[in-house]
């Protein structure tokens, strides 16, 4: 097994010692300038802790641990990142394909951070995983929902944490102590999360460390008046330039508690959990020692009696066409359903006839048609869009009948994300005024297209791309 973080830093000055503790624990460190890499063995565990700094002396693309692992004898990686025998590259060189269509992707190891403590690789003899503790994301990027790569098995098993990449990232990188996180070897079987003792971190003086006794928390209620959450298990998230938190908040409950943070001032977010929709804000401000009280609300207004509405207005794709294996397999993958164009009839076709994405070079010009009466086709219109995620500067263009209007405005990633697995992007609602007179009593066909003056790739699925929301005409 061979471990590092990224490559090509040079020289370091690495430091040994035997810590004064009831467990004589080994501490090494390695140090160079913008990064110091801290690795932590305790008699009688087989575990290799660490914590790594980062700071901006120190430009990097991406800041990563990766363990590499000889395939003979851990044999056994994430089935979706298993690069076999016979596989060829279709995109760049990351993804790769077999002869039946198959794709595989060390991106489509990704977990959403929230649901990721630890991942790891096994065999029949033994397995490695790593675990994040609680604070190990606080200096990451992306929010709760991001993901990243965590496996890739090929030429070797390499097991990763990434702590920031440019893998369709949506937010500046944070700098800072990354961590803890272990690296634990068993017999093969995950370890629980909470088997680990991070503990002994809070006795150490690393650099960028926050103990504990210098953190607060935030200790809050969430007020939802026209009960838009629901049953909805529920997401408290706190973040600003330097970090980033989030809590759990079990359906029906309405008070959540923050894990302790650095001292600062937040912004909290409100999303329904598993969904990944902003439904309320609020600026919190964290003082050392204290546990702050602050109450969200609910802010966000859903159409109650759209016209039409395709899909469910949650922040991802969730229910639509493809929506369900995106995140494990190429667009061009055999196992996916055909992406169209399609027709797709709004109020009686069912939302998962209706594609998760369009690609200007795949399926755009996907149509919806729709019956209004004389009633509604006499009252001007609003036709809303919701598109998680868009790149090649897509906006959204649109034709009712014999009218059409475009919009470029856009929050495209600049990096691949559909092809990777992600549909979490720069969130964007397009909204449309639809004059009374492009509508008629009776059927109605509106086309949709993408709108941009960028140049597409050769790929069709590299093209200019909207990942949907929900579509409602109101």
Known sequence: MATHVNSGLGNVTSTIQSLNDDKK???????????????????????????????????LPELRFLARLN????????????????MTAIEATDIAQNSEGITRSKYYSAVPFIDDDVHGVNSTAAGVYLVISEHGYETSSGGPFFRDINNKLDVSNELTFYMNSDHTRIEDYRYGFHGPYALALTSGAAPNASSLDFSFFQDQELTGFVPDTKRGEVAGTITDANDVLGNSDVVVGFSNADAQYWTKVPAGTKTFTS???????????????????????????VTEGSSASESIDVSYNMSVNPIWRIGEWDGTPDGFLNADKIHKMHPSDSRMDAWGPITFAAGSDNDSKFPMAMFRGANDGMKVTFDLSDAQ??????????????????????????????????????????????????????????????????????????????????????????????????
Do not use: W
């Open 259 to 285: 894990p302790k943070m650095k001292p600062g001032t937040y912004k909290a977010i409100v999303y329904m959990y598993k969904k990944q929709l902003a439904v309320g804000t609020a600026s919190v401000n």
């Open 71 to 86: 395939k003979t004898v851990m044999n056994q990686g994430i089935l979706e990142a298993t690069i076999e025998a016979g």
């Open 25 to 59: 624990t080994i501490n090494v460190n390695c140090n160079k300038t913008g990064i110091e890499q801290s690795y932590f063995f305790r008699p009688n565990e087989n575990v290799v802790y660490m914590g790594t700094y980062h700071s901006n002396d120190l430009v």
């Open 377 to 474: 086709a006499g009252q001007d219109r609003k036709l809303k869009i919701g598109v998680t995620l868009s790149r090649v500067s897509a906006g959204v263009g649109i034709k009712v009948n014999d009218f059409q209007t475009e919009s470029f405005e856009t929050l495209a990633i600049k990096t691949r994300g559909v092809t990777r697995g992600v549909t979490l992007g720069n969130y964007k609602l397009y909204e449309f005024a639809i004059p009374s007179s492009a509508l008629v009593a009776g059927s109605n066909t509106m086309t949709l297209s993408i709108a941009t003056a960028s140049f597409d790739p050769p790929q069709k699925y590299l093209s200019a791309s909207l990942v949907f929301d929900a579509l409602e005409l109101v």
